[in-house]
């Protein structure tokens, strides 16, 4: 329980930055209502409630069945059989993220239905099975992670070039929006556990780099489906914003039914798959088996909660916030703004935290957690300033900024130490999660709906890929400047 009070105290001063923020902004230039403020409070309170629950139950439950299935794999000598488990579990645990069903649920809403939310879900969930197996290949195989993500996105660049523009921010969001706060934890274990068993500086420098690949998966198959589909643009706006709310309280207690369900659909494969190599492999003990059901209960309640919070209480205020700056009529607003949202927003994703807490336990304490978290805060504050640049300036279009950077993250791949190279990639899709895929993008649509002439679908979404980008850049920049500084040491 010790440890639950101290995740909560924890959370609760990662929350209040952002919190701050949007009450200065609403009893300044941009008020957002009464009614709707106390719901982004209300939904504040949810968040901090739910992610603490959330943390403490991803540590009992979702990353130790995530290290024994990795372990269990590793073990097996039948590559069949690590390709179709790995496949088996990338797709269930995807098909169920969070973040990717509110990703999915916004662009069919924007596309009016032109591409559903069943759909992309299921082509995503198929992309991610995919390059999980070749992750774990990888791992078995020792192939090295950089040469591997050249190859991989050396065949994403080229089919940026042949798709359909507005294929391509669906493509990159989908990537960043899958590794989210139940694919996470589970990936980054499953890796642990397959590297471990290696053991030495190798599994140190093999326990990352999995989600990196996984988080291919979506952009390979959201891509490769624009050139099958009949569809050879896609467009969409959404209404202004207007509060409908029939009540505060109620705008919680409506969500609540909805959530529980979505979540408890989120963790029945998991917990099925659990049950079952339980009976075939693991054999644990009465005790380690209640442990991890356990930690899955507090995963599920945690969950819950926080998405009740970021729903009902987050998302419209987000919207309506973007909304009110970008009508203000003053671009240099809007990007400051931008920048400050994106550094203290990643305070509050339930990965980043699960990512920064294993780098310190895998590396013995060598790489503080805080140094990658306030590194990971400045790319994103950078990412989501060049967001709202591209919304506000037309001719700067999304692959101007996605294709630069993505050579530049491969490139630094090559210098950086190997260690830091797969923290990055990983770190790019963890800073990506549910808050993300909620209130910046949320935001990003309120300011494009504010402009004249501005594409919501063209030119907010991308907001999240965006984010899952400058954390490759600036993490390897990090690792650079970390070997540099032991090269001066050992000559000194």
Known sequence: MDILIEKLKDVTRAVLPISIIVLILNFTIAPIGIDLMLRFLIGSIFLIVGLGIFLFGADLGIESIGSL??????????????????????????????????????????????????????????GVGLLLVVGLIRLIFNIHLNKLLTVLYGIVLLLVILAPESFLSIAFDSGGATTG?????????????????????????????????????????????????????????????????????????????GIALEVFMSLLPLLSLFLIFNIMFFKLSKKQFSKILKGLLYTYLGL?????????????????????????????????????????????????????????????????GKIILYTLSIGVAVAIA???????????RFWHIIVPGYLLAVILSFFSPPLFTGIAFDSGGVASGPLTATFILAFAQGVAQAIEGADVLLDAFGVISMVALTPLISIQILGIAYEGKAKRKEMN
């Open 69 to 126: 299935m990795g372990s269990t794999l590793a073990k097996t000598k039948k590559l069949w059989l690590v390709i179709g488990i790995g496949f088996l579990l990338g797709f269930l645990i995807t098909i169920a993220e969070p973040s990717l069903q509110v990703l999915a649920g916004q662009i069919s809403y924007v596309t009016s239905g032109a591409l559903s939310q069943s759909a992309l879900v299921f082509i995503v969930s198929v």
């Open 181 to 257: 706060s139940m694919t996470v934890p589970f990936i980054l274990s499953l890796g642990i556990g397959v590297a471990q068993l290696k053991g030495g500086k190798v599994s140190e420098e093999d326990s990352f780099g999995l989600v990196a690949i996984a988080s291919v998966g979506p952009m390979l198959a959201v891509l490769s489906m624009s050139l099958f589909a009949n569809m050879d643009s896609l467009s969409g706006q959404i209404d202004k914003v207007v509060d409908n709310s029939s009540g505060i309280i109620s705008s919680f207690t409506n969500q609540i039914p």
């Open 386 to 396: 060049l967001s709202m640049v591209r919304i506000l300036i037309p001719e700067v």
């Open 304 to 368: 819950v909660i926080f998405l009740t919070g970021v729903n009902a209480g987050f998302m419209e205020a987000g919207n309506t916030l973007g909304y009110n700056i970008a009508s203000i009529g003053k671009n240099w607003i809007i990007v400051l703004i931008g920048f400050i949202l994106g550094f203290a927003v990643i305070f509050a994703e339930p990965a980043v935290h699960v990512l920064t807490e294993q780098i310190e336990e895998v590396t013995s304490g060598h790489i503080k």
